[in-house]
């Protein structure tokens, strides 16, 4: 991961590909080891996918997994999904729980540009997040309070849907725009779709079901990363 001194004037981020497992799609009933299976993956930071059954439909995990994940694997990069409603009241919960990076989202029901404030005064990396929908400029008054920005590539809530190609002009507008920024894509990412992204300038990928399907992770996020440094020369 790269540098971040959140919190201070400079957001130092580098330009890597990253490859970021999604916890959604673990086995629940072995959590310990499935954060385990992911680090020894080589895994470049751990997606944790935090739903407030308000903002999107459905409900999945709290600050406590968060802890759980710092616990079992205090050196991987905890990066922190936030899909609710009211970010801005968790801010502090999921910062002491041990998140690196708390993205919020930029449709969230709150003051989008104190709440990234908030989140980079307690040292954590802060990232804001679209929806399929969504018209990318909306983002751009909150780049400079971003470490990294996030579009999701489908309507979020759940695990396992396929890919909107609809999104990829929204990247590549982004990458145009602000070329040295950490962009991240996430929803439906397989090894066909994260090299789509990576050639419209996306440079990090979550993947929940398909990594966790893989007999060899760390054989997948290999090919993932290789995959995606090919493509993503071109930006
Ligand atoms: C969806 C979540 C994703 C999800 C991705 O709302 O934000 O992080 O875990 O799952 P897959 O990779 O299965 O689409
Ligand atoms: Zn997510």
């Given at each position: 991961m790269g540098l971040c001194k959140c919190g201070s004037s400079s957001i130092l981020v580098s330009m890597n590909v990253q490859i970021l497992p999604s916890l959604l799609a673990a086995d629940f009933g072995r959590l310990a080891d499935e954060i385990r299976r992911v680090a020894d993956a080589g895994a470049d930071a751990l997606h944790l996918d935090i739903m407030d059954a308000h903002f999107v439909p459905n409900l999945s995990f709290g600050p406590d997994v968060v802890e759980l994940c710092r616990r079992v694997c205090p050196s991987l990069f905890r990066d922190v999904h936030l899909?609710?409603?009211?970010?801005?009241?968790?801010?502090d919960r999921f910062a002491d729980a041990g998140a690196d990076a708390l993205l919020i989202h930029v449709e969230a029901d709150c003051d989008v540009w104190e709440?990234?404030?908030?989140?980079?005064?307690?040292?954590?990396?802060?990232?804001?997040?679209?929806?399929?929908?969504?018209p990318v400029e909306v983002l751009y008054?909150?780049?400079?309070?971003?470490?990294?920005?996030?579009?999701?590539?489908?309507?979020?809530?759940?695990?396992?849907?396929?890919?909107?190609?609809?999104?990829?002009?929204?990247?590549?507008?982004?990458?145009?725009?602000?070329?040295?920024?950490?962009?991240?894509?996430?929803?439906?990412?397989?090894?066909?779709?994260?090299?789509?992204?990576?050639?419209?300038?996306?440079?990090?990928?979550?993947?929940?079901?398909?990594?966790?399907?893989?007999?060899?992770?760390?054989?997948?996020?290999?090919?993932?990363?290789?995959?995606?440094?090919?493509?993503?020369?071109?930006?």
């Open positions: 899909m609710m409603t009211r970010p801005d009241l968790y801010v709440t990234l404030r908030a989140i980079g005064q307690r040292g954590v990396r802060p990232g804001l997040v679209s929806r399929p929908q969504t008054p909150y780049l400079p309070l971003c470490g990294e920005v996030l579009f999701m590539t489908v309507n979020p809530g759940y695990g396992g849907q396929a890919f909107m190609p609809e999104v990829l002009p929204k990247i590549k507008a982004l990458r145009a725009h602000t070329p040295a920024l950490n962009i991240m894509v996430d929803g439906g990412i397989n090894f066909e779709t994260s090299a789509l992204c990576a050639e419209h300038g996306a440079n990090q990928f979550v993947a929940g079901s398909f990594m966790f399907q893989q007999p060899d992770m760390g054989e997948a996020v290999r090919r993932m990363r290789d995959l995606c440094e090919k493509q993503g020369n071109g930006f």
